[in-house]
């Protein structure tokens, strides 16, 4: 399975301590040359990135949909679209929602971390015991936003409704 991903999937897996869940998933993972640089913009996700031997980065070089693209999108999404139409990705993971629209206008088949949910998937094979304190961690110290009507579905979906 050839699984791609953008900046911030990542960077919110590091800053709650589950980056592995990518790994328990899908095995591997590919980010383009933009992400590694946007990643190692933080010293610590930097030495996590290049200690982590399941995850390799892929220059992306500039075609008709790289040239589409980068008035449109952060480099970072631009590259991890066209790596994933590059390398005939089976998913990419991308959360914010104007990449998300424009991968899937290019029939890229896409997951946010909560739909991994990667949490919510994760759960259900078994890899974390509860999704609500890994995204309450990332709502109250990492300013992630998520709507209280997402958050209440997952919830209800993890069969964690109080």
Same mark, same amino acid.
């Given at each position: 399975?050839?699984? @791609?991903?953008?900046?911030? =999937?990542?960077?919110?897996?590091?800053? &709650?301590?589950? *980056?592995?869940?990518?790994?328990?998933l899908?095995?591997?993972?590919?980010?383009?040359?933009?992400?590694?640089?946007?990643?190692? /913009? /933080?010293?610590?996700?930097?030495?996590?990135?290049?200690? =982590?031997?399941?995850?390799?980065?892929?220059?992306?070089?500039?075609?008709?949909?790289? +040239?589409?693209?980068?008035?449109?999108?952060?480099?970072?999404? &631009?590259?991890?679209? &066209?790596?994933?139409?590059?390398?005939?990705?089976? *998913?990419? @993971?991308?959360?914010? %929602?104007?990449?998300?629209?424009?991968?899937?206008?290019?029939?890229?088949?896409?997951?946010?971390?909560l739909?991994?949910?990667? %949490?919510?998937?994760?759960?259900?094979?078994?890899?974390i015991?509860?999704?609500?304190?890994i995204?309450d961690?990332?709502? +109250?110290?990492? +300013?992630?936003?998520?709507?209280?009507?997402?958050?209440?579905?997952? /919830?209800?979906?993890? +069969?964690? &409704?109080?």
């Open positions: 399975m050839i699984v @791609i991903s953008d900046t911030t =999937t990542i960077t919110n897996l590091i800053h &709650v301590n589950q *980056l592995a869940i990518v790994k328990k899908y095995g591997r993972l590919l980010i383009p040359g933009a992400v590694y640089e946007e990643l190692s /913009l /933080l010293p610590k996700q930097k030495r996590i990135i290049d200690e =982590t031997e399941w995850i390799t980065t892929v220059e992306v070089f500039e075609n008709d949909a790289y +040239n589409e693209l980068k008035n449109i999108l952060d480099i970072g999404e &631009v590259e991890a679209i &066209v790596l994933s139409l590059n390398e005939s990705a089976d *998913l990419l @993971i991308i959360d914010e %929602l104007e990449g998300r629209r424009v991968a899937q206008k290019f029939g890229v088949r896409i997951i946010g971390l739909g991994i949910l990667l %949490l919510l998937l994760a759960k259900r094979k078994g890899f015991d509860a999704v609500r304190p995204i961690s990332l709502m +109250n110290d990492f +300013n992630f936003r998520i709507s209280p009507k997402l958050f209440k579905h997952i /919830l209800i979906q993890a +069969n964690e &409704v109080v």
